[in-house]
């Protein structure tokens, strides 16, 4: 199934080209060096490149940025198993098990939706952190932090998120290097954006492991087990959710936009 020469650009979370968050997704084999997955990921530049190595009846799955590689990443977990499905390497009445470093994650399939089973991230209120409004330009409600250096501020409403400008050179000074700001969404159940510029990303277009952190916080503030959110990035993204006690079901569509053989 290997074939380390092809590489294909997925945009997950929605079922428009040009729209979602576009993941790199190569299939390759224990030859294939990691300082080689790192290369590879910073000539594609989009938020993460995931590499799926087969290992017996599951798959181990690797993620990285243009900077660095991370241990779970959403958008490319569902943009591999999307890819699995259409080239008809997995049926699609069949579960899919990938093995990352951030746990092990279960896909199955259902129409278009792709459902992903991921774990959640424990969340804890923290003090709003140093000169967090001068890198991000509003005043948070609140503030958590979560799993990975993840810091989630609550804004006062959705018009916050659209509106936020950050400064990111600003933001990495002062140790807001992984940042999600959310709020009650006005016709969805939550909206949020997600800011990385430690890992070299600005702005993710679409957060799927965001929501192992979202989840839990707005089951807390309204009961809720089931929301449907929006990512409020420039390309946007749509997500159902779903909180199942310490896992989450994650759920996304997704657009191939091109495969390309590599000449190197």
């Known amino acids: 199934m290997t074939n380390n020469s092809i590489i294909y650009q997925i945009d997950a979370f929605t079922d428009e080209a040009?729209?979602?968050?576009?993941?790199?997704?190569m299939f390759v084999d224990d030859t294939v060096s990691e300082s080689w997955m790192q290369q590879m990921a910073a000539e594609m530049n989009v938020s993460e490149t995931a590499y799926v190595i087969p290992r017996g009846d599951a798959f181990d799955i690797?993620?990285?940025?243009?900077?660095?590689?991370?241990p779970l990443c959403g958008h490319a977990t569902l943009a591999?198993?999307?890819l699995l499905?259409?080239?008809?390497?997995?049926?699609?009445?069949?579960?899919?098990?990938?093995?990352?470093?951030?746990g092990d994650l279960t896909i199955s399939k259902a129409e278009d939706w792709i459902s992903m089973n991921f774990p959640t991230y424990p969340i804890h209120k923290i003090n709003q952190p140093v000169a967090f409004?001068?890198?991000?330009?509003?005043?948070?409600?609140?503030?958590?932090?979560?799993?990975?250096?993840?810091?989630?501020?609550?804004?006062?409403?959705?018009?916050?998120?659209?509106n936020c400008r950050p400064n990111f050179e600003r933001m990495k000074a002062n140790g807001l290097g992984h940042v999600m700001i959310t709020a009650q969404g006005e016709t969805v159940d939550f909206v949020v954006?997600?800011?990385?510029?430690?890992?070299g990303i600005n702005e993710d277009p679409v957060t799927g492991s965001a929501q192992c952190a979202?989840?839990?916080?707005?089951?807390?503030?309204?009961?809720?087990?089931?929301?449907?959110?929006?990512?409020?990035?420039?390309?946007?993204?749509?997500l159902k959710v779903e909180l199942l006690n310490d896992r989450i079901e994650i759920k996304g569509k997704c657009r191939t936009v091109f495969k390309a053989v590599l000449e190197i």
Request: aromatic share 14%.
């Open 133 to 162: 409004k001068e890198s991000l330009g509003f005043e948070p409600l609140e503030t958590y932090s979560s799993s990975y250096g993840w810091i989630v501020a609550v804004a006062n409403s959705e018009k916050d998120i659209l």
């Open 18 to 25: 040009f729209k979602g968050n576009p993941a790199g997704v």
């Open 214 to 238: 979202l989840a839990p916080l707005w089951h807390l503030k309204t009961g809720k087990t089931y929301f449907n959110a929006v990512q409020l990035s420039q390309r946007t993204g749509e």
């Open 85 to 102: 499905y259409q080239l008809g390497i997995t049926k699609e009445t069949s579960t899919i098990l990938f093995h990352a470093k951030g």
């Open 193 to 199: 954006r997600c800011f990385a510029p430690h890992a």
């Open 80 to 82: 591999s198993a999307y």
């Open 62 to 70: 690797r993620y990285f940025t243009p900077a660095v590689e991370i």
